[in-house]
């Protein structure tokens, strides 16, 4: 079992900068493959961005590219998302999400944490 738990979601203004953070619980965390995923109003959940078991490799969504980044710490159980040039239409609730599997990582995550709201003004 992994319990995750995110934080560092706010209200920003376009053009600004946020950093989430997700605390997962366990020994094991990595094992796991991480994703932080969003899901705005009236749209499906999507995958922003993932990073393999040892951070060597990540994947970022075409609408994020060179803008957000992903990043784990291992040793501190934590996965990051640093988000620069934010736009309006990245307002969202981002999840932070795990799997042993990245294929199953990409439709369906095993593990969610609770969501943290991001809003960009415009």
């Known amino acids: 079992q992994v319990q995750l738990v995110e934080s560092g979601g706010g209200l920003v203004q376009a053009g600004g900068s946020l950093r989430l953070s997700c605390a997962a619980s366990?020994?094991?965390?990595?094992?796991?493959?991480m994703g932080w995923f969003r899901q705005a109003p009236g749209k499906e959940r999507e995958l922003v961005a993932a990073i393999t078991r040892s951070g060597g490799t990540t994947t970022y969504a075409d609408s994020v590219k060179g803008r957000f980044t992903i990043s784990r710490d291992n040793a501190k159980s934590t996965v990051s998302l640093q988000m620069n040039s934010l736009k309006p239409e990245d307002t969202a609730v981002y999840y932070c999400?795990?799997?042993?599997?990245?294929?199953?990582?990409?439709?369906?995550?095993?593990?969610w944490g609770q969501g943290t709201q991001v809003t960009v003004s415009s």
């Open positions: 366990g020994r094991t965390f990595g094992s796991y493959v």
């Open positions: 999400a795990a799997d042993r599997s990245i294929v199953v990582l990409t439709t369906r995550p095993s593990y």
